[in-house]
């Protein structure tokens, strides 16, 4: 969707993606929306809770039956697991993500890894091509008039040309682009508490072969997991811009870190917009 500052600022109803890495300030911004009149679609959310929901579960259940004092309660149905996912609280679905490597630091094999992998892809992917049905709940349940999605910031890995084709059909695509010294930031935090992240596979199996000739490993199981993710982040944070960039110049706009940290209120919400629409008109 790309209309003029005129019909973007006219439009009754608006329903906006936010694209970027994850820390640009994408949740942060929903958020400051969500207190307003906007209905805040979290893609990481509806992969937990309704694509994700059963096989984090089973993994939960799985390290439970591990502990004899639960196995007993769990296979006597005297006790059950439930997820407490929220907007504000996924954890349960990085969890599950998990990290590679050797089992005893924590990590997974190389085989569950990439399944678990493939079963993000698709829940992201089905999260996505869930957004037309949510504007429209939005709006005819819940009584919000305008609609953002605050996409994961492995949308641009999926390689499933429909899904952006889909979301620029039905929102306006804002890419919230990382400065160069929150480019630093946000790849020193990651190094900091490196977390689990989704990995294309082509790109996920040249990683793993430039790290493992550099640290001179035999087997996947010799990974630390915590190692791997801080060595590969930044080049996957650099790999991921070019992605970025070719989204927003095919559908839709670019705003940096530092214009978003400016804004206060959904009015300087909206006016970062026009400016982004305006300037790429000129």
Not at 104 to 128: D, V
Not at 168 to 179: D, F, V
Not at 182 to 211: H, V, W
Request: one cysteine or more.
């Amino acid at each position: 969707m790309k209309p003029s500052v005129q019909e973007f600022l006219d439009w009754e109803h608006k329903s906006i993606t936010l694209l970027g890495m994850s820390g640009v300030g994408k949740t942060f911004l929903s958020t400051l929306l969500r207190e307003k009149d906007w209905f805040h679609y979290s893609g990481d959310y509806r992969i937990g809770t309704r694509y994700l929901n059963e096989a984090i579960l089973d993994n939960i259940k799985l390290q439970a039956m591990q502990v004899p004092f639960l196995c007993d309660l769990l296979r006597s149905d005297s006790i059950y697991i439930e997820n407490n996912i929220t907007v504000d609280h996924l954890k349960p679905v990085s969890t599950f993500l998990g990290k590679l490597g050797n089992v005893e630091k924590g990590g997974l094999p190389l085989k569950e890894y990439r399944r678990r992998q493939a079963l993000h892809r698709e829940a992201e992917i089905a999260a996505m091509n869930d957004v037309p049905d949510f504007i429209s709940k939005a709006r005819s349940i819940y009584g919000f008039n305008h609609f953002v999605n605050d996409a994961g910031g492995s949308v641009c890995e999926l390689d499933d040309p429909s899904v952006m084709a889909l979301l620029a059909e039905h929102t306006l695509i804002l890419y919230i682009k990382a400065s160069e010294a929150d480019e630093n930031t946000l790849i020193e935090r990651a190094k900091s508490a490196p977390k689990p992240m989704y990995y294309r596979p082509e790109f996920l199996d040249q990683l793993l072969r430039e790290y493992m000739q550099e640290k001179s490993l035999d087997y996947t199981s010799m990974i630390d997991p915590d190692c791997f993710v801080r060595w590969s982040f930044p080049r996957l944070f650099y790999a991921r811009i070019p992605r970025y960039d070719a989204i927003a110049e095919k559908y839709g706009y670019t705003v940096t870190t530092e214009e978003l940290f400016q804004v206060k209120n959904e009015m300087d919400f909206v006016e970062l917009v026009a400016q982004a629409i305006s300037r790429k008109k000129d």
